[in-house]
């Protein structure tokens, strides 16, 4: 199906271990996103890509990594996962419009 | 540092009124001012913005950006209960920052 995609939906981990968060979209869009959004602070920019093998951090980098070797592939992994990065995951892509994914729900517990 | 600013926080109106949101902004490298509605999921585009004084509309929503004054406004007419989100604001410079949102409840 044609859209962007985000795997998985909803993840819970425990602090300290390593989650991948997949974001996957079928555009070809350069430019991809990473956001997280919690109560009061609204869409934090993490990381964003705008090309294959081109990313820059954005507002909220610290405990996050990117990768983009393909266009249409954006993962976001937490090398050791804390309490503090419990929230909901958006992954975008954007031409002359963005395009958000439904959403990661995550939980470190 | 990169901020974007929207207000009011939250508005309750009742349908049928008109609403203006609001949307500043202090970045450097502006590139473009984009306007969402998020309801219970992802937020849903609405506009884009990168040219000054031109209007934007889709139906009953229109959006005008003012570069001169660093702002954008968003307004509804005749609102509706389906109206009822949160409305969000994000300017596209050197990266993506959005605003707090601003809260709309349409009563009917």
């Known amino acids: 199906d044609a859209g962007i995609t985000q795997s998985p939906r909803y993840k819970i981990t425990e602090t300290g271990r390593q989650v991948t968060l997949m974001c996957h979209q079928t555009w070809s869009h350069s430019y991809m996103f990473w956001y997280r959004q919690d109560l009061g602070h609204g869409l934090r920019l993490i990381y964003y890509?705008?090309?294959?093998?081109?990313?820059d951090k954005g507002e909220v980098p610290d405990g996050y990594v990117v990768s983009r070797s393909k266009t249409e592939n954006f993962p976001l992994t937490l090398e050791s996962a804390t309490r503090s990065q419990t929230s909901v995951y958006f992954c975008?892509?954007?031409?002359?419009?963005?395009?958000f994914g439904p959403g990661t729900r995550l939980t470190v517990t | 540092e990169d901020k974007v600013v929207q207000s009011p926080l939250s508005l309750v109106v009742h349908e049928g009124d008109t609403v203006t949101l609001n949307c500043s902004y202090e970045?450097?490298?502006?590139?473009?001012l984009l306007w969402y509605k998020q309801e219970k999921k992802a937020p849903t585009f609405l506009f884009m913005l990168t040219s000054s004084g031109i209007e934007k509309k889709s139906g009953r929503l229109s959006s005008i950006l003012d570069k001169k004054e660093l702002s954008s406004i968003l307004n509804i007419t005749a609102t509706q209960t389906g109206d009822s989100a949160i409305y969000l604001c994000?300017?596209?410079?050197?990266?993506?920052?959005f605003g707090a949102g601003t809260r709309l409840t349409v009563k009917p």
């Open positions: 994000a300017v596209f410079s050197n990266d993506m920052r």
């Open positions: 890509s705008a090309a294959a093998d081109i990313t």
């Open positions: 975008a892509s954007r031409d002359s419009k963005q395009y």
């Open positions: 970045v450097t490298n502006f590139r473009s």
